[in-house]
Antibody
């Protein structure tokens, strides 16, 4: 059974940093691309960042480019999102999602999310 | 970035109705489009990928069509479990983008 478990969320002050993690199990992690998607309270889905199976292709939404860094450790079956210079508008539930293939594709499995609140 | 425009933003329908949701891309995305269903407090669920391919386990009353810039999600006969919010997503190129969502409400 595919499982994606996010962690690392919490309350953080504007301008500070946070690192999210996603622990994956139930599939061959290094065969698949992975994504981070967020959802602000009461709002729609926003794709944040994606990474190919071998980290050779990485993309970011304009809203986080230069502040967030996605990475993966295939040996640990883990996905990460380093978030720097956090802003109030980064407040959201952050989902980790598995892609259908090693490259750009739809997301067929999602975690339950970790909540990030940016506030002083 | 490619912009995805969904319509309508809200839709009121009755059980048994045929429902159609439209998604338009700001430039051609070939067939690289997915549809997701999200219920309150839950993670999104993949329904359709590559514009018209039904994800395993998804009821056949859901169907998708289109290519290029115009796409539709159709629910042939709306069931009580289908009242939710639906999102399209393009994955033709980075940055991936979602539509604004369509909330399907009970009439």
């Amino acid at each position: 059974e595919v499982q994606l478990v996010e962690s690392g969320g919490g309350l953080v002050q504007p301008g500070r940093s946070l690192r999210l993690s996603c622990a994956a199990s139930g599939f061959t992690f290094d065969d698949y691309a992975m994504h981070w998607v967020r959802q602000a309270p009461g709002k729609g889905l926003e794709w944040v960042s994606g990474i190919s199976w071998n980290s050779g292709s990485i993309g970011y939404a304009d809203s986080v480019k230069g502040r967030f860094t996605i990475s993966r450790d295939n040996a640990k079956n883990s996905l990460y999102l380093q978030m720097n210079s956090l802003r109030a508008e980064d407040t959201a539930l952050y989902y980790c999602a598995k892609a259908q293939s090693g490259r750009l594709s739809a997301s067929d499995y999602w975690g339950q999310g970790t909540l990030v609140t940016v506030s002083s | 970035d490619i912009q995805m425009t969904q319509s309508p933003s809200t839709l009121s329908a009755s059980v048994g109705d045929r429902v159609t949701i439209t998604c338009r891309a700001s430039q051609s995305i070939s067939s690289w489009l997915a549809w997701y269903q999200q219920k309150p407090g839950k993670a999104p669920k993949l329904l359709i990928y590559k514009a018209s391919s039904l994800e395993s386990g998804v009821p056949s009353r859901f169907s998708g069509s289109g290519s290029g810039t115009e796409f539709t999600l159709t629910i042939s006969s709306l069931q009580p479990d289908d009242f939710a919010t639906y999102y399209c997503q393009q994955y033709n190129s980075y940055a991936l983008t979602f539509g604004g969502g369509t909330k399907v409400e009970i009439k």
